[in-house]
């Protein structure tokens, strides 16, 4: 069975690491017959100091299912068209709205004061901050709007006009998401590992995995979630390893 998880709120909860005791039980799946997937929003870049030791040779989705590396390379990866980044930059450029754009390890970066997750970006260094232009693959945008919400409504609209990106607005967070069309955490894990899985997750982005798992497990209380989990757990390190185990041994 394979097992996909999720990582910030579901086994990090700091932004920079992982507890020994989920590192341990997760390195315990093939000898349950089991298969780890990460698979995050993150870039794989940005989990380098997560991952530790033999967990980075284990396949990371990232950037919300538009990559895929599979022991430290790169197989595969979903790109935005080029004239629909050219309008989503040329939009940002006008209201003078802050974007993050990712990649495979590089990024772009308008307003960085108002990116709320800017501390947990390359804190290995790996990466160069280019000119949006120089961007080779631009895989994931996101727009933090909040101190620009009056414009959403209208940024959204013109962006769906394009019809070859995934938009999602995450409420609490107040950022627009970016993606390739039809490029989700689920589609790229169905895409390339098939439709068995265990899901653990915590937030809007795992929506479409729980949709799709065999099984699904909510670490947390995010309320737009808990329609699609079939339990929800607390984040408490010990209680989400025990409950790992649990499945491992289930499954």
Same mark, same amino acid.
């Given at each position: ?49 997560? $991952? ?5 040779? $284990? ?85 933090? $709007? ?20 995934? $938009? ?84």
């Amino acid at each position: 069975m394979k097992f996909v998880f999720d990582l910030d709120g579901t086994l990090c909860f700091d932004g920079m690491t992982m507890s020994n005791d989920l590192q341990k039980v997760l390195l315990t799946a093939p000898k349950y017959g089991h298969e780890i997937i990460f698979a995050t929003a993150r870039s794989y870049r940005d989990c380098l100091s997560i $991952l530790e030791g033999e967990l980075r040779k $284990l396949t990371v989705v990232g950037l919300n299912g538009g990559e895929v590396f599979q022991d430290g390379h790169l197989v595969s990866q979903y790109t935005i068209p080029s004239h629909a980044l050219r309008t989503i930059v040329s939009y940002c450029d006008i209201y003078n709205l802050p974007y993050f754009i990712d990649d495979t390890f590089n990024y772009a970066i308008q307003n960085p004061e108002q990116i709320p997750f800017l501390s947990n970006v390359d804190p290995l260094n790996k990466a160069r901050i280019l000119p949006v232009h120089e961007l080779n693959e631009p895989i994931k945008v996101v727009i933090p $709007l909040v101190e620009h919400e009056d414009l959403r409504e209208d940024l959204i609209f013109n962006l769906n006009k394009l019809e070859c990106l995934d $938009l999602s607005y995450h409420d609490i967070e107040r950022c627009l998401y970016i993606n390739p069309k039809g490029v989700t955490k689920a589609s790229t894990v169905l895409n390339h590992f098939g439709k068995d899985f265990v899901a653990f997750g915590n937030d809007q982005n795992d929506i479409s995995l729980f949709k799709n798992a065999i099984y699904g497990v909510q670490i947390g209380d995010y309320p737009y979630l808990k329609n699609f989990a079939d339990e929800v757990i607390p984040a408490i390190n010990a209680i989400i390893a025990e409950k790992i185990k649990l499945l491992f041994e289930k499954f």
